[in-house]
T-cell receptor, first 111, second 118 residues
């Protein structure tokens, strides 16, 4: 069953601006992960946040998790044209159940 | 180089002709899985395996089979492909050690197989 839902579906910004994407989910999770996909290629893992964590940073990425609202956000600071891609959140449920992906946010960063 | 490989990368076939998409990883990962990606639907998990000889259905297993006879390989089998299985398929693998609370719960994806069933 589809769990994560990203918002917005598409986002267009200028280089140097920040990009924020949101993910909402329905049931309890063990962790939430963000992945990036360049046009039809394999997904690349960006960052993982566990259910007992509230915020995590990795380079220009900042992820927050609010388990009470069942939502997460991914912030990319100082965006570059090379950040143009689709971004997916994925949730891992209890035990080691299926990893469920959302439908993704398409980010376009214009020079 | 640590990687997940898939073959073939592109395949055009006809309805009913059995096919196999291979997946291999060289990272000694216990967990392997198959996804399909369709426009507007995102990625949906087909099957997954937590170890050799252990496989489980994902969200959309109908029309697919898998096997896990060796740790490194996880082929996807379409016994009688139909046009609604036209899709982009991804294989992925990850470590299981530490469980879902571990920071190692990271999926490594293959490059994808674009399948068209006529």
């Amino acid at each position: 069953s589809q769990q994560g839902e990203e918002d917005p579906q598409a986002l267009s910004i200028q280089e140097g601006e920040n990009a924020t994407m949101n993910c909402s989910y329905k049931t309890s999770i063990n962790n939430l992960q963000w992945y990036r996909q360049n046009s039809g290629r394999g997904l690349v893992h960006l960052i993982l946040i566990r259910s007992n964590e509230r915020e995590k940073h990795s380079g220009r990425l900042r992820v927050t998790l609010d388990t009470s609202k069942k939502s997460s956000s991914l912030l990319i600071t100082a965006s570059r044209a090379a950040d143009t891609a689709s971004y997916f959140c994925a949730t891992r449920g209890s035990g080691y159940s299926t990893l469920t992906f959302g439908k993704g946010t398409m980010l376009l960063v214009s020079p | 180089e640590a990687q997940v490989t898939q073959n073939p990368r592109y395949l055009i076939t006809v309805t009913g002709k059995k096919l196999t998409v291979t997946c291999s990883q060289n990272m000694n990962h216990e967990y392997m899985s198959w996804y399909r990606q369709d426009p507007g639907l995102g990625l949906r998990q087909i099957y997954y395996s937590m170890n050799v000889e252990v496989t489980d259905k994902g969200d959309v297993p109908e029309g697919y089979k898998v096997s896990r006879k060796e740790k490194r390989n996880f082929p996807l089998i379409l016994e009688s492909p139909s046009p609604n299985q036209t899709s982009l398929y991804f294989c992925a693998s990850s470590l299981l050690s530490g469980g879902a609370q571990s920071s190692t719960d990271t999926q490594y994806f293959g490059p994808g197989t674009r399948l068209t069933v006529l």
